[in-house]
């Protein structure tokens, strides 16, 4: 499986962690989550996790307004809510 935007695969031998790496960075925020296979089941379900996540953390980030340039704190809570479900 290959890495893809905001999505990264981690499968190093020499680490105990195997899985997606959710980072996205928007409005001075970054938001990253690890999605270990282990924890969900095998690589194809950690991605599949980690890409729904994605979505929703670019919905309600589309959706939201800037403050002096950077994000709300309400929509940091929000994303950190989808993070914390996921």
């Known amino acids: ?3 893809k935007r905001n999505l990264t695969r981690f499968t190093y031998e020499s680490t105990a962690f195997q899985g997606w790496r959710l980072c996205i960075s928007r409005g001075g925020a970054t938001f990253t989550k690890y999605f270990s296979d282990k924890s969900y089941g ?3 379900k950690s991605l ?3 890409e729904t996540a994605l979505e929703d953390i670019k919905a309600t980030v589309s959706k939201s307004r800037l403050v002096e340039g950077k994000l709300s704190d309400a929509t940091v809570k929000k ?4 993070l914390a479900k996921a």
């Open 1 to 3: 499986m290959k890495s």
């Open 42 to 44: 095998g690589g194809r």
């Open 48 to 50: 599949k996790a980690a």
């Open 79 to 82: 994303v950190d809510k989808i």
